[in-house]
T-cell receptor, first 112, second 117 residues
Framework: GQNIDQPTEMTATEGAIVQINCTYQ??????LFWYQQHAGEAPTFLSY????GLEEKGRFSSFLSRSKGYSYLLLKELQMKDSASYLC?????????????FGKGTRLSVIA | DTEVTQTPKHLVMGMTNKKSLKCEQH?????MYWYKQKAKKPPELMFV???????INESVPSRFSPECPNSSLLNLHLHALQPEDSALYLC????????????????FGDGTRLSIL
């Protein structure tokens, strides 16, 4: 089976840095995506990692270690609008398997 | 606004009704998806279409019937639904299912919030 774990909830302060971790055990791996989803809205793409290391995009960075089955999303200079769910999703090798498997998501609350 | 358009945004229907959800994209994407999402849960994959053909059916009950009339449109026909089918139904598209395109993200619509009475 496919297993993707993320913390259920996190709280952080405006202006701070928060790291959301994701561990995965999947049959096949073609990369890992992070999505942001505000309540009642569509998930929106944040980042993609397929090689080990850090990918930086403005205030958001994502890290991958394939040997450890581990990724994290780093959010800097937190803003109130960053309060949302953050979904870790693994792209599997497409051979009749589900192409994208989502973790349960981490609900981040940014407080003043 | 997203590049994937879903209609209607909200739908309330009885258990004996027949209705359809619609999804449209004009990004030239060749893969389209239907997901079901319950509150505070991640999206659950229902169906995947690739080049207008059904590629994946995740053991979805037959009261949900997908249709892909052309490369830009995806429908989900609903009939005799149950109260537990109340959820947000998300449509998504991506460039292609082939693994060489696996770095291409899925683009999601805003969803249809479905309530079954």
């Amino acid at each position: 089976g496919q297993n993707i774990d993320q913390p259920t909830e996190m709280t952080a302060t405006e202006g701070a840095i928060v790291q959301i971790n994701c561990t995965y055990q999947t049959s096949g791996f073609n990369g890992l995506f992070w999505y942001q989803q505000h309540a009642g809205e569509a998930p929106t793409f944040l980042s993609y990692n397929v090689l080990d290391g850090l990918e930086e995009k403005g205030r958001f960075s994502s890290f991958l270690s394939r040997s450890k089955g581990y990724s994290y999303l780093l959010l800097k200079e937190l803003q109130m609008k960053d309060s949302a769910s953050y979904l870790c999703a693994v792209s599997l090798s497409f051979s009749g398997n589900t192409p994208l498997v989502f973790g349960k998501g981490t609900r981040l609350s940014v407080i003043a | 606004d997203t590049e994937v358009t879903q209609t209607p945004k909200h739908l309330v229907m009885g258990m004996t009704n027949k209705k359809s959800l619609k999804c449209e994209q004009h990004m030239g994407h060749r893969a389209m998806y239907w997901y079901k999402q319950k509150a505070k849960k991640p999206p659950e994959l229902m169906f995947v279409y690739s080049y207008e053909k059904l590629s994946i059916n995740e053991s979805v009950p037959s009261r949900f019937s997908p249709e892909c009339p052309n490369s830009s449109l995806l429908n989900l026909h609903l009939h005799a639904l149950q109260p537990e089918d109340s959820a947000l139904y998300l449509c998504a598209s991506s460039l292609d299912l082939d693994r060489i395109y696996s770095n291409q993200p899925q683009h999601f619509g805003d969803g249809t919030r479905l309530s079954i009475l």
